[in-house]
């Protein structure tokens, strides 16, 4: 006789996931894992503030998208050695309105990872989705004491009294921003280990300033033997592959965060390594390939 095996009824499943959240690869001796913290609605107009609607509806239709969908909310964890390093906290469940993100402590619970195993987090800049996961009750506590933040020194300097006068965010998102980094600087000011332009945070694994998205905007680059892979925070968003010269909302330096792009594309073209970004779709594992003047995203076969 045969078994059938059904699909949860919803009510069943409400407390575990129906789509993947997790995956994991190796780069050389370094364990990675993508995490998914869940997804963010934002209007596609806040993604291409330099565009004229004709532009942007042209984009949308040619990927089937509407003009308000989900961005993907990504971390990862790293194990190099006897470190295990968490790059980026994802939203945390402290903001109102984002009912699908904030799913890091859950999810590193599934995946065995616990808090208090944590010997460093880096992250790449202090937007309220890279920092809020931090942020969240009784995460602090589970952490150690010890526990070393990597942050870039101009991002710290920038957010004692931030400017947001090149941005292009709807209310009340500045506020928010600006609350979240000081509460994050207040509360972990023990733990926050600045450096400059680069620090090697552990055995192959290196966070390297960018700068544009934020002065301090840093990317993080993982190699092994002849394997590498390089996690780009918000240096990139979907649309950069097809337009690296549409600017979002949330740069501060629009200019030089598509210099910052373009260099960062022609890199990772050049090298063939892996490319993992914050929003870009889960499991945003994929490569960079030349595209005539611009780039094309060429996402990695799932690895069973």
């Known amino acids: ?4 095996h059904s699909i949860p009824h919803p009510v ?9 959240s997790r995956y994991a690869l190796k780069i050389g001796e370094i364990d990675v894992m993508v995490i998914s913290d869940g997804v963010l609605p934002i209007p596609f107009e806040v993604m291409s503030t330099n565009v004229a609607p004709a532009g942007r509806a042209a984009w949308l239709d040619n990927m089937l998208l509407p003009e308000t969908f989900d961005w993907a909310v990504n971390v990862v964890v790293v194990r190099s050695g006897d470190q295990t390093i968490l790059i980026d906290s994802g939203l945390g469940g402290v903001f109102e309105g984002f009912p ?4 890091l402590v859950k999810r590193l619970e599934d995946a065995g990872i616990s808090l208090a195993s944590l010997t460093d987090v880096v992250l790449t800049h202090l937007h309220m989705d890279h920092v809020g996961g931090l942020l969240g009750e009784g995460v602090k506590e589970q952490l150690r004491p010890d526990v070393r933040m990597h942050v870039a020194a101009s991002e710290v300097a920038f957010w ?21 980094a000081k509460r994050f600087l207040a509360d972990y000011s023990s733990q926050i280990r600045q450096f400059d332009e680069e620090v090697e945070v552990a055995p192959g694994v290196v966070a390297r300033r960018t700068g544009g998205h934020t002065p301090g905007h840093c990317v993080v680059r993982i190699a ?4 590498a892979l390089t996690f780009a925070g918000d240096a990139l968003f979907p649309v950069a592959f097809d337009h690296p010269d549409w600017q979002n909302g949330f740069e501060h330096d629009p200019e030089e965060a598509v210099n910052v792009r373009l260099r960062l594309f022609k890199e990772l073209a050049a090298s063939g390594e892996l490319l993992v970004a914050t929003h ?3 499991p945003s594992v994929g490569r960079v390939a030349v595209d005539g003047d611009a780039y ?5 076969y799932w690895d069973y």
């Open 1 to 4: 006789m045969s078994v059938v």
């Open 12 to 20: 069943e499943a409400k407390s575990r996931d129906l789509v993947p």
């Open 100 to 103: 699908r993100a904030g799913q």
């Open 160 to 180: 004692e009294s931030p400017d947001f006068s090149r941005t292009v965010m709807p209310p009340p998102i500045p506020d928010v921003l600006r609350v979240t």
């Open 224 to 227: 092994s033997g002849t394997e």
């Open 280 to 282: 870009v779709s889960f």
């Open 296 to 300: 094309r995203w060429v996402p990695g």
